[in-house]
Nanobody, 121 residues
Framework: QVQLVESGGGLAQPGGSLRLSCVAS????????MTWYRQAPGKEYELVAT???????NYGDSVRGRFTISRDNAKNTVYLQMNSLKPEDTAVYYC???????????????WGQGIQVTVSS
């Protein structure tokens, strides 16, 4: 019922910047939270940043101060501005949305397919 589509990934040099976007579409009444996760080679999923209604954003320790999450509720879109990129940021980045689906009282989690970010010289 809900689809998430990520865009904006690719290759960046160390110290460079990228901006990821995630657009949610489908039977959405409202979105409570949108979150970016990532999985680097050989590592587990890691929280990157989350934006929850009524709260300040939460960031993983490894990206705090370099990445910024923001949301456009009218467009059901979340962004991740990534600055001062490091090779350690190389990973597949996944968008997650905690969604109030039409005619439901509880939220449901949905995931995007993931998008590759590579930081390399």
């Amino acid at each position: 019922q809900v689809q998430l589509v990520e865009s904006g990934g690719g290759l960046a040099q160390p110290g460079g910047s990228l901006r990821l976007s995630c657009v949610a579409s489908g039977s959405i009444r409202s979105i409570y939270a949108m979150t970016w996760y990532r999985q680097a080679p050989g590592k587990e999923y890691e929280l990157v940043a989350t934006d929850t209604n009524g709260r300040s954003p939460n960031y993983g320790d490894s990206v705090r101060g370099r990445f910024t999450i923001s949301r456009d509720n009218a467009k059901n879109t979340v962004y991740l501005q990534m600055n001062s990129l490091k090779p350690e940021d190389t990973a597949v980045y996944y968008c997650n949305a905690d969604v109030f689906v039409d005619n439901e009282r509880q939220t449901t989690d949905y995931w995007g397919q993931g998008i590759q970010v590579t930081v390399s010289s």
